[in-house]
């Protein structure tokens, strides 16, 4: 875990220079089997990115959440690779006490949290401290858009 210099009382670590050098961010996740409740969650140290879609996790969280396999869905990575993989659900995501529900395509090694999650739960990444953060125009609860919604007469608008 990397400690941010006012939590450790000092100066930033090496590996915390290193991380803002490059601008990745982790951000502490709990994931659940929305369909098993009974199942006790998995805590996950979750890269996040906003340039990808979808939650991705490995298949040992696959695996300890007993998640099933709802189809297959096509991947291209960067290198313009591409590979089939399993997407999963129904998976719960929380975070600050946000709630989001989604699938999950099983690859990598780690947890990685894409944009689809991230706009559900209306997190934001400040590109200053580096981390992310519930919108601050939202800051008690989740905050949606609902563009083009029509409203019939008589109906609140």
Known sequence: MVRSPKASGGLPTHRERQRRKMGIVYQHIRIFNAARPELEEIDAR????????????????ANQLKLEAIEQREVTYADGRKE??????PVKIECFGRHAFTGAMVMGDVVLLGAIPMESMDLLVDPRRLQVIPNPDHPTMP??????VRYGRGEAG
């Open 46 to 61: 979750a890269l996040v990115d906003s340039g990808a879609i979808d939650l991705c996790i490995p298949r040992r969280v």
């Open 143 to 148: 905050g949606a858009l609902a563009m083009g």
């Open 84 to 89: 089939a993989v399993d997407y999963v659900g």
